[in-house]
C-alpha cells in the first residue's frame, strides 16, 4: 500500500477539494476533477471518457450530490480497470503450464532487471524452480546486472557472451529449463527501441526458436514500464504493444511518485491488464496490482 501513498493523497485531495463545498456536481466541481486525474497522469484520452461519463449522469439525475459523485466515480474507475483484468491470460497460481514461460520487453532503465529479479523472489518463494535467461546480449552490462540478481536470489542463469543470438540464449534456457524440472523462466530481453521493424524481428525470431523447444512460449510477454514518466510511458507502450503480442504490464517506481494514475491512463488505452506493480528497489518491492483494493484505498 505504501508505494501508491503520494499518488492516492494527490488524487483524493484533489477529489476533495473538488467537492468541497458544493452541494450539487457542476462544471466547476468537474473542471477540477478534470484537473486532478490528469495531474496523476491518467491520461488525457481516459480523463475526458471518465468525465464524460459523470457528465451523462449528472445531467441525467440533475441534482446529483458530491457524496454520490464519488460512488460514481469509484465504480467508473474500477470498471475501466475490470474492463481490461479479463485479457489476462495468466494466473499467479494455480496450474501453470510447466515450465511457465515469461518473456520480458521494455527499454533500458526502467526497472527491467530489478523486475525479472522481484518476479523470481516471488516464485522462488511460492516453492517454484526458477531459470532466468540473459537473452539481452547487447549490453554487457544487462547480463552481468541480471547475473547479481540471479545471486541474490539464488536461481540458476543461462547466459553466453556478450553479443551473441539472444534467440540462441533463449532456446538454451528453455532447454535448460525442460530437462531441469524447471517451473518458471524468465527470459530478460534486449531494450533498444531503434526503430520498430528492428524490434519487431528481433521479438519474432526470440518467439520462433522457443516455440521450437515449447510450440505455445511464451505464455506471458511482460512489458515493464516506467510509472513515473507519465507520456513516455504511453509512448512505450504504443510501441511495444504494436511490436509485439504483449499480455500483462509491471509498472515500476510507483513508490515516488504522485502520478501513479498512468494505471488507470495504460489499462484502459491498451487494453493490457496491469498486473504488476514495482514499489521499491528491495526484492520484496513487487506487488500484484489489486485494482479493487487500489480503489478502495483512492477513497479512503
Ligand atoms: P533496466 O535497465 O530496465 O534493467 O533497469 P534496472 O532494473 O537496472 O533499474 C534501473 C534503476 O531503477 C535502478 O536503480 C533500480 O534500482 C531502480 N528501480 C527499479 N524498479 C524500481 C521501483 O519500483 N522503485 C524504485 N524506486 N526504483 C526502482
Known sequence: DQGLAKTKENLFKRISRAVAGKSRVDDEVLDEL?????????????????????????????????????TILKSEILSLLAENSENSSLTISGDL??????????????????????LAYMFKNQGKRVLLGAADTFR????????????????????????????????????????NDTDVVIIDTAGRLHNKVNLMNELSKIRRVMQKVIPDAP?????????????????QAREFTSATDVTAIALTKLDGTAKGGVV???????????????????????QIFDRVAFVESLFR
Open 34 to 70: 478534470e484537473e486532478g486525474l490528469i495531474s496523476a497522469d491518467v491520461g488525457v484520452e481516459t480523463t475526458l471518457r471518465i468525465i464524460e461519463r459523470i457528465q451523462k449522469r449528472a445531467a441525467a439525475e440533475k441534482y446529483l450530490n458530491t457524496a454520490e459523485l464519488n
Open 97 to 118: 503450464p510447466k515450465p511457465y514461460v515469461i518473456m520480458v520487453v521494455g527499454v533500458n532503465g526502467v526497472g527491467k532487471t530489478t523486475t525479472i529479479g522481484k
Open 140 to 179: 554487457a552490462a544487462a547480463v552481468e546486472q541480471l547475473t547479481i540478481w540471479a545471486n541474490r536470489v539464488d536461481v540458476p542463469i543461462v547466459k553466453q557472451q556478450m553479443g551473441s543470438d539472444p534467440a540462441a540464449v533463449a532456446f538454451d534456457t528453455l532447454n535448460s529449463a525442460k530437462s
Open 219 to 235: 505464455h506471458e510477454v511482460l512489458l515493464v514500464l516506467d510509472g513515473s514518466t507519465g507520456q513516455n510511458a504511453f509512448a
Open 264 to 286: 488507470l491512463g495504460i489499462s484502459d488505452q491498451f487494453k493490457i491488464p496491469v498486473k504488476y506493480i514495482g514499489v521499491g528497489e528491495k526484492m520484496t518491492d513487487l
